[in-house]
């Protein structure tokens, strides 16, 4: 039976444990990814992270879930109460509804009931994933609006257009994943990798997805609408007790959900990898074994996104800006028109995927290498480059002592005239 058949036979009971298990799925890896986060970036930090609840501080996601709920929650006199209170919801649930498109696993028993790990395979579930991210754009768009001060505001007005800019970039990538293999199934794409992933064979989509996932997510060094030093903290500075809670984990949940995907788009989904499938790729590929392997690659993912964050410093918003619309959506777009034309004479093969693979790495490091050296000649010195935004030069020299000016000097002098002529005085005892 095929994928589809399997699932349009799962009785009532076994899609309501499927929906309480991808539930559960997101929290839990939600939690284990805020405790691990912690943990990874103290040691790269060389401080010891959470260690005081629980072995190696396993139970302080809990003691926060357990702590937050209770703290005093402060609503702004201005705020849109309705629209306030609805924002946190709108943010959430879009990232569970992108679950149910995931492919978890092949096909499986459960109580005796043969069946696929996966909630829904619909024939348009990439498209479902990218509509369920729009959607929750709205709910930090108006989790700003709706707070009645400047800075929510501006915070939810740079996440919006971020993550409107890398989402196109997003699409774009998965365009070239879609023409190779024929369809917008998740469960077909991840059936479609059994030779060569498409992280190899595709590698500029897969490159520019992974920096598409860190822009859409707002993560660093993308957290622009965050910043800080520059927007308190972005779109939720007005929130706090639970409300708090539901936006931290929906940024939590968004990672997992963009780590899945690209995990199911370009690292074969829930195959066995390269070294596993040789010993005997049948037998790894079925059962329980393909669910270890999707959730592996997912932490694998999820490593990346805290190691960049423990690692990079932050873009300057205008520079971000013109990385997601002048060279990743233009790269994009002839990438894509580079593959349509090689698959309609012949497709690519497995020696034209390394190619491009090489030529990509090639290209990407004669760029590094080859970046122009703007230090001024002059000075020495990088220049202070604030685009059209008038910046003082980093060339004044401030003097050590401020130069006098004649009058300046003149009254100098009779100061320590007029102090000579008292101090003599007071040596020769007249006063």
């Not at 997912?298 to 490593?303: D, E, K, R, S, V």
């Not at 309609?344 to 995927?353: I, K, M, P, Q």
């Given at each position: 039976?095929?994928?589809?058949?399997?699932?349009?036979?799962?009785?009532?009971?076994?899609?309501?444990?499927?929906?309480?298990?991808?539930?559960?799925?997101?929290?839990?890896?939600?939690?284990?990814?805020?405790?691990?986060?912690?943990?990874?970036?103290?040691?790269?930090?060389?401080?010891?992270?959470?260690?005081?609840?629980?072995?190696?501080?396993?139970?302080?996601?809990?003691?926060?879930?357990?702590?937050?709920?209770?703290?005093?929650?402060?609503?702004?006199?201005?705020?849109?109460?309705?629209?306030?209170?609805?924002?946190?919801?709108?943010?959430?649930?879009?990232?569970?509804?992108?679950?149910?498109?995931?492919?978890?696993?092949?096909?499986?028993?459960?109580?005796?009931?043969?069946?696929?790990?996966?909630?829904?395979?619909?024939?348009?579930?990439?498209?479902?994933?990218?509509?369920?991210?729009?959607?929750?754009?709205?709910?930090?768009?108006?989790?700003?609006?709706?707070?009645?001060?400047?800075?929510?505001?501006?915070?939810?007005?740079?996440?919006?257009?971020?993550?409107?800019?890398?989402?196109?970039?997003?699409?774009?990538?998965?365009?070239?994943?879609?023409?190779?293999?024929?369809?917008?199934?998740?469960?077909?794409?991840?059936?479609?990798?059994?030779?060569?992933?498409?992280?190899?064979?595709?590698?500029?989509?897969?490159?520019?997805?992974?920096?598409?996932?860190?822009?859409?997510?707002?993560?660093?060094?993308?957290?622009?609408?965050?910043?800080?030093?520059?927007?308190?903290?972005?779109?939720?500075?007005?929130?706090?007790?639970?409300?708090?809670?539901?936006?931290?984990?929906?940024?939590?949940?968004?990672?997992?959900?963009?780590?899945?995907?690209?995990?199911?788009?370009?690292?074969?989904?829930?195959?066995?990898?390269?070294?596993?499938?040789?010993?005997?790729?049948?037998?790894?590929?079925?059962?329980?074994?393909?669910?270890?392997?999707?959730?592996?690659?997912?932490?694998?993912?999820?490593?990346?996104?805290?190691?960049?964050?423990?690692?990079?410093?932050?873009?300057?918003?205008?520079?971000?800006?013109?990385?997601?619309?002048?060279?990743?959506?233009?790269?994009?777009?002839?990438?894509?028109?580079?593959?349509?034309?090689?698959?309609?004479?012949?497709?690519?093969?497995?020696?034209?995927?390394?190619?491009?693979?090489?030529?990509?790495?090639?290209?990407?490091?004669a760029a590094v290498f080859m970046i122009p050296d703007r230090r001024s000649k002059d000075t020495g010195?990088?220049?202070?480059?604030?685009?059209?935004?008038?910046?003082?030069?980093?060339?004044?020299?401030?003097?050590?002592?401020?130069?006098?000016?004649?009058?300046?000097?003149?009254?100098?002098?009779?100061?320590?005239?007029?102090?000579?002529?008292?101090?003599?005085?007071?040596?020769?005892?007249?006063?």
């Amino acid at each position: 039976m095929t994928r589809a058949q399997l699932l349009a036979d799962d009785p009532i009971w076994l899609i309501l444990l499927k929906v309480v298990f991808i539930f559960l799925f997101a929290l839990l890896v939600a939690m284990m990814c805020v405790w691990g986060e912690r943990r990874l970036i103290g040691r790269m930090q060389n401080r010891p992270g959470p260690n005081r609840v629980g072995p190696f501080g396993l139970l302080q996601p809990i003691a926060d879930a357990l702590k937050l709920p209770f703290k005093e929650e402060i609503i702004p006199v201005t705020a849109d109460r309705k629209v306030y209170m609805l924002a946190p919801v709108i943010a959430l649930f879009p990232t569970f509804i992108a679950f149910s498109v995931i492919p978890f696993g092949g096909q499986v028993s459960i109580f005796g009931e043969q069946t696929v790990l996966q909630l829904v395979d619909l024939p348009v579930g990439v498209l479902v994933v990218l509509a369920c991210s729009s959607i929750g754009v709205y709910g930090v768009l108006l989790a700003g609006w709706s707070s009645g001060t400047p800075y929510p505001l501006l915070g939810a007005l740079r996440s919006a257009a971020q993550v409107i800019s890398y989402e196109i970039a997003m699409g774009l990538s998965i365009v070239g994943v879609i023409l190779q293999s024929g369809s917008l199934s998740l469960g077909d794409i991840a059936e479609s990798q059994h030779g060569l992933w498409y992280a190899v064979a595709l590698f500029p989509s897969f490159l520019i997805y992974a920096v598409s996932m860190v822009g859409e997510t707002n993560r660093a060094p993308f957290d622009l609408p965050e910043a800080e030093s520059e927007l308190v903290a972005g779109f939720h500075t007005e929130y706090s007790s639970m409300k708090f809670v539901i936006f931290y984990i929906a940024e939590y949940i968004n990672m997992i959900i963009v780590s899945a995907v690209g995990t199911t788009l370009f690292l074969g989904g829930y195959m066995a990898p390269w070294p596993i499938s040789l010993i005997d790729g049948n037998y790894f590929n079925s059962g329980w074994w393909p669910m270890l392997w999707f959730v592996v690659k997912i932490a694998i993912l999820l490593f990346v996104f805290i190691w960049l964050r423990g690692t990079l410093p932050r873009y300057r918003y205008d520079q971000f800006m013109k990385l997601g619309w002048k060279v990743l959506v233009p790269l994009n777009l002839v990438w894509i028109v580079v593959l349509a034309v090689w698959n309609v004479r012949g497709g690519l093969s497995g020696g034209d995927a390394l190619v491009v693979f090489g030529v990509t790495l090639l290209v990407i490091i004669a760029a590094v290498f080859m970046i122009p050296d703007r230090r001024s000649k002059d000075t020495g010195r990088v220049p202070l480059s604030g685009g059209d935004y008038p910046v003082p030069p980093l060339d004044l020299q401030i003097p050590s002592k401020p130069k006098r000016t004649r009058q300046a000097r003149s009254r100098a002098g009779r100061r320590q005239t007029v102090a000579a002529a008292a101090a003599k005085e007071v040596e020769d005892g007249s006063v």
